[in-house]
């Protein structure tokens, strides 16, 4: 979906690449286009997958401050990077929806996995709930997030907010989950 958008786009560099970094360990397979041309293959991700020979190995973390830096925005999965991103203030575009082929789909992490609550409402982050909404939003995304650095207002209402998932409201994030897991039980 991203390649095609890209190629329609009028408005994308067409020097600027896609870089597609996979979750190293997710469960189905990774399946990669020979007619991207749009979207290139996260080069440490490739290699470790290339190299694991079935040893779970993950990825040199020191790689990660260059890679999130240097990047215009994310998109993405509700993953660690989500929150990562928020460190370098870093506009997110979550995939939020049912992919039709798992129950641990995107809409029913954000509906049933506590650790998850209120990642909505990072001033960085936008969660799309519907894939037919997916093209408009990334559209958007190029528009408004490609070459903008948030302002230093910005900044701070997002480190504001990542720091409920640091402290919590008013206790530890760790301690709502536990409260939040013993009103389950």
């Given at each position: 979906?991203?390649?095609?958008?890209?190629?329609?786009?009028?408005?994308?560099?067409?020097?600027t690449k896609l870089?597609?970094?996979p979750h190293p360990y997710r469960q189905r397979k990774t399946v990669i286009q020979k007619n991207w041309n749009n979207v290139i293959i996260d080069k440490q991700i490739s290699n470790l997958?290339?190299?694991s020979?079935?040893?779970?190995?993950?990825?040199?973390?020191k790689y990660y401050p260059s890679l999130l830096q240097n990047c215009r925005f994310i998109v993405g999965g509700l993953t660690s990077m989500l929150l990562e991103s928020t460190i370098f203030w870093k506009n997110y575009l979550a995939v939020g929806f049912d992919d039709d082929q798992s129950l641990m789909n995107q809409k029913n992490a954000l509906k049933y996995f506590l650790h998850l609550?209120?990642?909505?409402?990072?001033?960085?982050?936008?969660v799309c709930n519907d894939v037919k909404k997916f093209d408009q939003l990334f559209d958007n995304y190029l528009r408004n997030h490609y070459n903008k650095v948030p302002s230093q207002k910005i900044k701070s209402k997002i480190d504001a907010k990542r720091e409920y998932f640091l402290k919590?409201?008013?206790?530890y994030f760790s301690q709502d989950l536990i409260d939040d897991i013993n009103k389950l039980i």
């Open positions: 979906m991203i390649n095609k958008n890209l190629e329609k786009n009028k408005i994308f560099n067409k020097n870089i597609y970094r997958l290339l190299n020979k079935n040893n779970r190995k993950w990825p040199d973390l609550k209120g990642i909505d409402k990072l001033p960085n982050v936008t919590g409201s008013k206790k």
